[in-house]
C-alpha cells in the first residue's frame, strides 16, 4: 500500500481545513440567522443611500447637463479642479470652514469627556439623572429652533445679552451680524446643542470600568485626582481616540443647517463655508459640476485625514478604526 508524501499529506490538510472553515461559517449563519437579518436593514441603508449615490460623483468630471444626464454630458476632465484651485473665494471658504471646524474640536471634543467625569462622580442619582436630562434636551432641539433662541438672546435691541451689556453702560453688539462676534456664536451653540449629547458615549466606556481598580487605589491612598489620571482617563482612552479619529473625517463639516440658518450677507467673509457655498453655487446657481467637485475635494481631504490619524493612533500603540 502506498503511502502519501509529506507534500500531499499538507495538500489533505489545507483541503480538509478548507471544508471544515466553510462547514464551521455555515453553521454560525444558521445558528444566528436571526441576528444576521438584523443586519439587512443597515446594509440596505449604506448600499442605496452611500454607494450608489457615489455614481454622481462622475459629473465633477463633466460638463453636466439635467437635459442630457450623465452618460450624455461631455467630458472636460480637471476642468472644474482648476476652476476651483484658481478662484479667491475658495481659499476664502477653505479657511473659513477649516478655522470653525479646528474652534469646534478645541471646544468641543474635550466639552463631553468633562461634563461626562462631572456627571461620573454625583452619587444622587436623582440629581445626576436631571442634570443628565437638563443637558441632553437641546441635540433634540432643530437648529431652526436654536437659531431662533440665538437671535433673540443676542439681539442688539431686545436680546437679554445685549440689555445686560447696556446695563453695564456699554453698547449694544450684533453678534449675528458682527465678524468677531460670529464665529463665537457658531461654537457656542454648537457646544451648547451638542454637548450633552456627546456624553452618552463617555459614561457608558466609564459604567465599563471595574470598580475594583478604584477601591485599590482607594487602599493605597490615591486621591479622587489621582485616580481620575490613572485610571479613568486611561480606561477611556481607547474611546477618545476612536471618536477624535471619526471626527477628524469630519474637519471640514461644519454643519449646514447652523451656517445657514445664522449666516448674513454682513458675515460672508466670516462665516461662508462649503456647504452654504455649494448650495449656494450650486442649488441656487445650478452648477452642479463645480459643485461636485469641490465636494470630491472635501471628501479626498477627509479620507486622508482619518487614515492619518488612523496610523498615528496604530504606531501610539492604540486600537485604530481598522
Known amino acids: 500500500m502506498l503511502k ?8 489533505h490538510a489545507h483541503i480538509d481545513m478548507k471544508i471544515k472553515s466553510k462547514v464551521k461559517r455555515k453553521n454560525v449563519l444558521v445558528k ?27 459629473i465633477a468630471f463633466q460638463d453636466y447637463s439635467v437635459f442630457a444626464g450623465i452618460q450624455g454630458s461631455e467630458w472636460v476632465g480637471f476642468k472644474h479642479f ?19 471646524s479646528l474652534y469646534k474640536l478645541f471646544w468641543g471634543f474635550p466639552a463631553p469627556i468633562i461634563v461626562a467625569l462631572m456627571l461620573n462622580e454625583l452619587r444622587n442619582l436623582m440629581y445626576k439623572r436631571t442634570i443628565q436630562t437638563i443637558i441632553y434636551m437641546p ?14 438672546l443676542l439681539g442688539p435691541s431686545t436680546g437679554v445679552v445685549n440689555s445686560f451689556i447696556q446695563f453695564l453702560g456699554f453698547e449694544p453688539i450684533y453678534f449675528i451680524a458682527n465678524d468677531s462676534w460670529f464665529r463665537t456664536v457658531l461654537v457656542t451653540s454648537d ?9 452618552i458615549l463617555y459614561l457608558a466606556a466609564l459604567a465599563g470600568i471595574n470598580p475594583q481598580l478604584y477601591e485599590a487605589a482607594t487602599v493605597d491612598g490615591a486621591n479622587k485626582w ?30 449646514f443647517e447652523q451656517v445657514f440658518i445664522l449666516l448674513n450677507p454682513l458675515v460672508y467673509n466670516v462665516g461662508d463655508v462649503f456647504e452654504t457655498y455649494v448650495y449656494r453655487v450650486g442649488v441656487t446657481q445650478g452648477q452642479f459640476s463645480y459643485t461636485t467637485a469641490v465636494g470630491l475635494f472635501k471628501s479626498v481631504v477627509a479620507l486622508i485625514l482619518v487614515v492619518a490619524a488612523n496610523k498615528i493612533a496604530k504606531k501610539l500603540g492604540q486600537n485604530g478604526l481598522w
Open 139 to 152: 441635540h433634540f432641539l432643530s437648529w431652526v429652533i436654536v437659531g431662533g433662541i440665538m437671535m433673540n
Open 4 to 11: 502519501d508524501t509529506p507534500i500531499e499529506t499538507n495538500q
Open 32 to 58: 444566528y440567522w436571526d441576528l444576521y437579518l438584523l443586519l439587512v436593514p443597515g446594509v440596505l441603508f449604506f448600499i442605496i443611500f452611500k454607494y450608489v449615490p457615489m455614481w454622481g460623483i462622475v
Open 226 to 255: 489621582q485616580q481620575t489620571w490613572h485610571i479613568t482617563l486611561p480606561s477611556l482612552l481607547p474611546t477618545i481616540v476612536i471618536l477624535f479619529i471619526l471626527q477628524m473625517g469630519n474637519i471640514l463639516e461644519v454643519g
Open 82 to 100: 482648476e476652476r476651483m484651485f484658481q478662484a479667491e473665494e475658495f481659499y476664502r471658504i477653505f479657511n473659513n470652514t477649516l478655522l470653525i
Open 191 to 199: 457646544l451648547w446643542k451638542s454637548v450633552g449629547w456627546g456624553t
